[in-house]
């Protein structure tokens, strides 16, 4: 007995609409410690978009799947499979180059876990990267108490807006930067719903006398995704020996180290990938204590379901384009849809 598979995959680095082909595929039963699933969702990532390009620290061997996150229900598992069943849903354990955009899968039980029903779908499918990577910052580089102060720029990215969820779960105040746009009112009002403390402008963070005042504490975390100028503005406002860490670099612009900041303000820069986490804990207690936590916040709707649109796999050019674009689509979140 075999099941058909449709499965999008690429045999050379390139421009994802170029280079992303799809297919059928014959799956068979599965063996031993094998389990067959039915991919339920899986989200296109701006790092499945860089994986596509080549441009990615990790690349997988060649011809692959594309995909690293993603949610499906377990259809058999093989004889020696005792810890997962049918109408299980799971999703991979390490979220790195697993291949999810495609309909079924035939893997090792040991490459995916277990997951509540109770998580909807789309939660499912996005709660591996974003919200893991805000997790993991917020707990692991500062010792933070309730009342501290976050500064992040890039607070209106996906998780820039875990961030501020995260915090206010925890009791911790947020500075949020983001660049001024015609609709700056609309979006400070979207954030504060989140729980942000504070929105400021770039500008407007040049400009404040909110931490010299002594109105608001001095961050003692700072998380940089932009990188550039906005990296640096974020470096200025810490207390001293405070940490900075940076995950992302938008602006593709290097953040200035002044010699001060080191010297004379004791500050720590770290840089944080959550792939690279992941590889080195998966199934340790602090990523399975991780998982169960942040899928219960998702469940008692803490943390917020993305901006997202629903597709068919046949429809991935659309999602592949307008992703690795930057038109105003870039804020919603592709999802392939497999449930159809």
Not at 60 to 77: C, D, I, K, W
Not at 124 to 150: C, I, Q
Not at 194 to 209: H, K, N, Q, R, S
């Given at each position: 007995?075999?099941?058909?598979?449709?499965?999008?995959?690429?045999?050379?680095?390139?421009?994802?609409?170029?280079?992303?082909?799809?297919?059928?595929?014959?799956?068979?039963?599965?063996?031993?410690?094998?389990?067959?699933?039915?991919?339920?969702?899986?989200?296109?990532?701006?790092?499945?978009?860089?994986?596509?390009?080549?441009?990615?620290?990790?690349k997988p061997s060649l011809p692959a799947v594309p995909g690293n996150e993603g949610v499906g229900e377990v259809l058999s598992v093989g004889s020696a499979v005792d810890s997962l069943?049918?109408?299980?849903?799971?999703?991979?354990?390490?979220?790195?180059?697993?291949?999810?955009?495609?309909?079924?899968?035939?893997?090792?039980?040991?490459?995916?876990?277990?997951?509540?029903?109770?998580?909807?779908?789309?939660?499912?499918?996005?709660?591996?990267?974003?919200?893991?990577?805000?997790?993991?910052?917020?707990?692991?580089?500062?010792?933070?108490?309730?009342?501290?102060?976050?500064?992040?720029?890039?607070?209106?990215?996906?998780?820039?807006?875990?961030?501020?969820?995260?915090?206010?779960?925890?009791?911790?105040?947020?500075?949020?930067?983001?660049?001024?746009?015609?609709?700056?009112?609309?979006?400070?009002?979207?954030?504060?719903?989140?729980?942000?403390?504070?929105?400021?402008?770039?500008?407007?963070?040049?400009?404040?006398?909110?931490?010299?005042?002594?109105?608001?504490?001095?961050?003692?975390?700072?998380?940089?995704?932009?990188?550039?100028?906005?990296?640096?503005?974020?470096?200025?406002?810490?207390?001293?020996?405070?940490?900075?860490?940076?995950?992302?670099?938008?602006?593709?612009?290097?953040?200035?180290?002044?010699?001060?900041?080191?010297?004379?303000?004791?500050?720590?820069?770290?840089?944080?990938?959550?792939?690279?986490?992941?590889?080195?804990?998966?199934?340790?207690?602090?990523?399975?204590?991780?998982?169960?936590?942040?899928?219960?916040?998702?469940?008692?709707?803490?943390?917020?379901?993305?901006?997202?649109?629903?597709?068919?796999?046949?429809?991935?050019?659309?999602?592949?384009?307008?992703?690795?674009?930057?038109?105003?689509?870039?804020?919603?979140?592709?999802?392939?849809?497999?449930?159809?």
């Amino acid at each position: 007995m075999s099941v058909v598979s449709q499965k999008l995959f690429y045999s050379e680095f390139g421009e994802p609409v170029k280079v992303v082909r799809l297919e059928e595929e014959n799956l068979q039963v599965p063996k031993t410690n094998e389990v067959l699933i039915r991919m339920l969702a899986a989200p296109v990532n701006p790092a499945d978009i860089i994986t596509l390009q080549g441009l990615y620290p990790t690349k997988p061997s060649l011809p692959a799947v594309p995909g690293n996150e993603g949610v499906g229900e377990v259809l058999s598992v093989g004889s020696a499979v005792d810890s997962l069943k049918p109408g299980d849903r799971v999703t991979a354990q390490t979220a790195i180059n697993w291949g999810t955009w495609r309909t079924h899968a035939v893997c090792d039980a040991g490459h995916v876990y277990k997951i509540p029903k109770e998580l909807s779908i789309v939660d499912a499918a996005t709660m591996s990267v974003n919200p893991y990577t805000a997790y993991r910052m917020l707990k692991d580089f500062v010792p933070l108490s309730e009342g501290d102060v976050v500064i992040q720029n890039g607070a209106n990215s996906a998780c820039g807006q875990y961030v501020i969820e995260l915090c206010k779960v925890w009791g911790y105040h947020t500075v949020n930067v983001v660049r001024d746009r015609p609709n700056i009112d609309e979006l400070k009002e979207n954030l504060k719903e989140l729980g942000a403390t504070y929105v400021l402008t770039e500008d407007e963070l040049w400009e404040t006398e909110m931490f010299k005042s002594g109105k608001v504490a001095r961050p003692r975390l700072a998380l940089n995704c932009v990188g550039g100028a906005s990296g640096e503005l974020l470096a200025r406002q810490l207390e001293y020996s405070s940490t900075m860490v940076t995950y992302g670099a938008m602006s593709k612009q290097p953040v200035p180290a002044h010699a001060a900041f080191f010297i004379y303000n004791n500050l720590t820069w770290r840089g944080f990938w959550v792939s690279e986490w992941m590889k080195q804990h998966t199934g340790s207690p602090q990523h399975l204590q991780m998982k169960d936590h942040v899928s219960q916040l998702l469940i008692e709707r803490k943390l917020s379901t993305p901006v997202h649109k629903l597709v068919p796999i046949t429809a991935y050019k659309e999602a592949l384009a307008n992703t690795s674009s930057g038109t105003a689509l870039k804020s919603v979140k592709y999802i392939f849809n497999f449930q159809n």
